[in-house]
Each structure stands twice: as structure tokens, then as C-alpha cells.
């Protein structure tokens, strides 16, 4: 070992380098590339699975619906939360079968509900009269499950209104399904994107049974609770490892719902996160003006290439750099794009080596969710994020 | 022409129905398109060209890459202002004169620097010493602008400090730049986007003035001023008519600056904005509870399909639909995708017809601009915006 690399080796923000990171320091990349390790998204479906118990996992394909991601998943037994009809026929043509997938968008087109439908998924999501219309018109007598809104919770990324419906119409299309002719088995909901802590669902959770009680009350039979997604990845901010996550998550749910026959969970971001770095590079950095308190730092990946969940400064992800050894100082973070709304943090600037400078290689640690997929197919020329898996 | 049509057309937002909007009514499509006419960005070409005289356009790639715009602004002998390596291939590829594309972002990969020097591109911008230092060994001799930020102005989407230096720089850089055999002919900035109203730049042209004076005074010879983007399209507030704003616009640099031997403008929303519309679906309308205010109406397409700058409600879009003659009411406007972060217009609701419902088709008005290469490349499983040219 080299005294770079043991240098490089030393610096550990919390843990210790993953695999991935120990690849990309030793490779060099022509553009910003994700590198994702698929065993560790294995180890995390079986750490998640282990205090999940009798829960049944829907991996969120939206988080990553890269292929070997979504083979390795089917091969463990895993279920799929598909969010349209690619995310369907991708997960068909990899091997999962359709009473595994549901249809979780509550947001559908017509013709994609009939496509879905017709290739053998019988469980789909809806929230509002119109849609259960066209599930009724498109998927007869299929299982729907209701997503109720939730106040907002403590999550990094919360939800707003924008899914699910009011607990004062819960019943109402519940009952809506029934008479359409179809098969209403349950309720969901989402408690939050990165939520860190198991104790942060306790008010969703308060929330959701009492609408459910109140279904069974008016003669529900309901037997399907979708927790959703919510578990979370570190980004520098301590979380709860995922087998006691969510092994409360589940003692939560029964302190208050008791046994539920079928209990779903979509992991996505606590189940890829960790398993993926980028590889980026530093273009530029630079100050404005003589009386500048924080340097500029450019990279060539940006809010329209990967990062888009920077968005607000919401998700605020960790950097190594080969220099973390040096001192460092505070930067305002940009992305490549000729976009002045490309800036990654600024409100809270980032912690940076002060002798960082163009060419210099920079990994994004723990970005295996919502960054591929998000990025744009050639904002300012600049290609889609490469992805590698090793 | 039957009465449905006759009620579309005399529905009117103070501008007579465009080619690109018949064609989108007369026709289905299976998902979100932006059709674009390429005649109509000829006429606004020669629209700014008859106001801007002397003055040179680059067209900014990065407003729409679509490969029969950019065949028709060869062929009209347009200049071009490229964005990242891509895009100066792109523009090549298609014709372009190397001497006629300018590397416009202050962001650049040394290696991208080297491949365009070679390709025969001379002008280069820079705001910052290690840029003009990765120029000096890749682009030898090139001629080089600086570009200067410029305090906030009356733009939609005003531009944050991400570009340009400080004017207490501006005369180091030039200096640096000649010290290292570069050739630094000129200075750049940039409105901000969407300005309405040629009187809006007068703030900013007084600064640039400042900075252009010092700069001669320091013994710099210059003879290029690029005035950048800024040339509004129409979203449905009053802006100025492209030949009058940009004559006006000259009038007011001739005021401050005298004759500069060249200037250049780089329009890029102003050039082609106007000549795109995007045909979208509605795929539901609901209310989330009984005492809400307003409906929730969702589209096939949303903020990662191409809709990017409805980013904090800037870009305001409006909107056709077949129900135009019916009653309005105020509606929440959401994208397809499964993120909560995908509400196109919340705090300022939109007019929508009362009656319209899943399965609508909706026309989205003046889209030729910063929507296509925005599209991420498939977030939730959608595929990017389409494209079709009339």
C-alpha cells in the first residue's frame, strides 16, 4: 500500500471505505459514473429482511432499476413496487413474476393499468374516484390497496400532498372499490423519504390505525398494510442499523394494528443507497472576488446529471477526496451545466480540502438511489450518468 | 372546420392558436411531445437579427440540441454558443464553421478545451484564474472573454453568483490571460434569463460599462462584447416584441459603450420557445379531501420529463385544452412520477376547466426551450420527452 493510498485509507467519515470507494480510487473514469456493488444490496435485503419478519419486501424500482440490481432481488425472493409500465415490463423481463409486482402509483394511465393487467399484476394503488374508474374499467376485479395521506413527518425528504387521500375519504373509497367490483384489501402509506430514526413513524403510525380501525368498523375486511419506503441511508447523520430499524418499525405496527396478515415494505433508497458511489471530478475551483469568504468548487456531475436530490440541499451527501488528509475549508458545491440553478450546497457549505483543484478525483459516497435514473439525457450536452456494476 | 375546433381556436390567451398547436389538436400521441417548427425559429431569427444589426447571434445550444434547428441556424449563417464538448461536436456535425462556436461555459474538463482548440474552435469564456491556466496549456493562443457576474436583475429566473467573476477581478484576469499568451478580447455577462423588457437591462449594462471603461483604461484593447441570453418568449405576461427589444437593447450598449467592433448575443429561449409546444394527457383529477379548496390535476408530464423550470414555480406555462369554453376553477398541477417533489404549480394555482378529466389531451404552450435535454432519462421508468419537427 502506497503512502497515497494509506492516506487516502485513513481519512473515514464514521466508517470504514466500502468497496466500491476502495474501486473507484483505483480506476480512473472518463465521465461521472455510479459504481454499484451488488452483494451489498443482497446484505442489506437480509438485514432489512431480518427485522422485517413476516413482512413482505417490494423493492422500490424507482430508487435503481438497474438490471443486475433487480436480478439479484428476484433471485432472493424479493417483491417489486413498480411505478409505471416500464417499471413493470422491466421487472417481467428480469424474472420477477406478476403476483409479485404491484402497480404502486396511484397515478396511472388507463392503458397502462390495462397493459399491467393483461400481463398478470393484480395488486395496484389508488388514491382518488377517477382512478379507481379506470382500474375497475382496465383491471377488473383486481386487489386495491387506498394511500392515505399522512401529516408531515421528520423525514430528510418529506412527502408533500401530492399522494394519497384525506382520512375523511378512506371509507368512502374503500366502499367505491367494493361496489365497482373490486377486491379493496388494504391501506398504505409513505412516512417519508429518509426517515432516520424507527421512533420518527410512531405519529405516522398513530395516524394510519386509526383510519384503519375505522375501516373495519364500517365492514372492511382488510388484510394488506404497505408501510412504504422511508428506511434510510447514512449520509453523515447517524441512522439506526436496518435489523433494528426495522424490527421496531414492525413492533410499532403491531403495539397497534395487531396481526396483519400481509404487510408490505418498499425499501428503496435504505435498500441501494449504501451499495453505490460516483466518481466524479473537480473542474474548477476558483473565487469570485478578493473579499469571497468561500471558494468555489465545480464538478463535472450536477443537479441535471445525477444529484438531483440536492434539490433545496435536502439530501446532503459525504465526499472523499485524495487530499482529506490536508486541512480543509468551506465551499459552495456546483455542478457542470451552464444552468446558475446547478448549484448543489451553498446554504450550508461543504467541508473541503483547501488545496483541491481541477482534475483532482472526488467520490460521492452512499448514492446508489435516485441518481442514475434522475439524470437528464443530455442537459448542456452532457451524457447520462454512467453506471458500472462490480 | 366542426364546432369542437371552433371552440378550441376562439379560445385565445391573447395570441392567435400557433402551427405547432393545430397540429398537436389534429393529432394523437401515445406520450408526452415536443413538436417544434423549425420556419418559426427562421422568423424569429431574422425577428432579432432586424433589431440586433451588427451584432452576431450564437444561438445557445443548450436551449434545444434538436438537430434540424440547428441545421436551420447554419444555413441562415449563425453563430453558436456551445455549452460542453457535445455540443461543439453536435454543432460541427451539422455543419457549423468552427470559427463560428464559441466555448461558452467557465466550466470546462482541460481535455474538452483540447478537443475543441483542435477542432478549430478560438473563443473561449473564462471568470477564473485556474480556467484561463487550463486554456493556456490546451487552447495556446486562444482569444479569451471574461465574464463578470452582475447583480441580480428583473429576470424570471434571475441567475445566482454560480458564474462570472467579481468586477475587482476583471482586470487581473485580463492581465493573467495576456501573460500567459492568451488573447482576451472582450468581456461577457448575462441579463438573466427571461427578461421582459429591453429597459430591464439598463442596471446591468451601466455595471458592465463600469468594468468595460477600467478595462481600457488598464491598457486592454477590447472589441468583443458578449451581451449573452436574456430574450424573453412569451409565458403569458406582456414581454416586448423580439426586433424592438433587441434594438433597443443595441441602443442602449451604443449609449454606454460607443461602437464595439463586435458584439454578440446569445439568445437561446428567445429564439426558440415560441416556436415548440408539448402535447401531454391528463391522467387524473381528484380532490384529497371534502373540505379542500382546490383539485389536483396530474399530467403525463411533470418536472423530470421535461418541465424542469417549473423549478419554485419560475417558468409559468400556459396551457390549451378541448374544454376552454367551459367554467374555470383554480387546480394543483402534479407530474406522472412517484416523487413528491414533482408539483409543477402549488402555490400559485392554475385556471382549469371544471369539467376536464382523465384521458384530456392538454397542450402546453411555448415549450421549444430548456425542455427536451432537461427530460431525465427515465426517473420512474418514463422515457424522455419525445420530439417530433413540423
Known sequence: MNAYVADFAALDFSRRESRVETYIRQTTFDRPTLVIDVDHVEAQFHA???????????????????????????????????????????????????????????VKKARDIEFAYHAGV??????????????????????????????????????????????????????????????????SFH???????????????DQVATAWAAAKEAGHELSLLNIGGGFPAY??????????????????????????????AEP??????????????VLLVSKKSHNDLHRWVYLDIGKFSG????????????????????ATGPCILAGPSCDSADVLYEKRPVELPLSLRSGDQI??????????????VGFNGFPPLDVAVI
Open 363 to 376: 467520490i460521492i459516497r452512499n448514492c446508489g438511489a435516485y441518481t442514475s435514473t434522475y439524470a437528464s
Open 307 to 326: 444529484l438531483a436530490e440536492t434539490m433545496d440541499e435536502a439530501i446532503r451527501y459525504q465526499f472523499l477526496t485524495p487530499r482529506d488528509h490536508e
Open 191 to 205: 412516512v417519508g423519504s429518509q426517515t432516520k430514526q424507527a421512533e420518527m413513524w410512531i405519529e405516522t403510525l
Open 235 to 264: 449520509y453523515g447523520e447517524a441512522i439506526q442499523r436496518p435489523t433494528a430499524y426495522a424490527a421496531r418499525v414492525m413492533e410499532l405496527i403491531e403495539q397497534r394494528f395487531g396481526h396483519v396478515a400481509h404487510v408490505m
Open 48 to 106: 432489512l429482511k431480518a427485522g422485517l419478519g413476516h413482512a413482505r419486501i417490494h423493492y422500490a424500482v424507482k430508487a435503481n432499476p438497474q438490471r443486475e440490481i433487480i436480478e439479484r432481488l428476484v433471485e432472493l425472493g424479493s417483491g417489486f413496487d413498480a411505478a409505471s409500465r416500464a417499471e413493470v415490463e422491466l421487472c417481467l423481463s428480469l424474472g420477477a413474476r406478476p403476483e409479485n409486482i404491484s402497480f404502486g402509483n396511484t
Open 122 to 187: 393484480t395488486l395496484f394503488a389508488a388514491d382518488a374516484e377517477e382512478e379507481l374508474e379506470k382500474i375497475a374499467e382496465f383491471a377488473p376485479g383486481a386487489q386495491i390497496y387506498i394511500r392515505l395521506i399522512v401529516d408531515a413527518s421528520q423525514a430528510d425528504w418529506p412527502l408533500s400532498r401530492k399522494f394519497g387521500c384525506g382520512r375523511d375519504k378512506t371509507i368512502e373509497l374503500l366502499d367505491m372499490a367494493r361496489d365497482l367490483g373490486l377486491d379493496p384489501v388494504g391501506l
Open 268 to 281: 428503496g433508497r435504505g435498500l441501494v443507497a449504501e451499495a453505490g458511489a460516483i466518481a466524479a471530478e
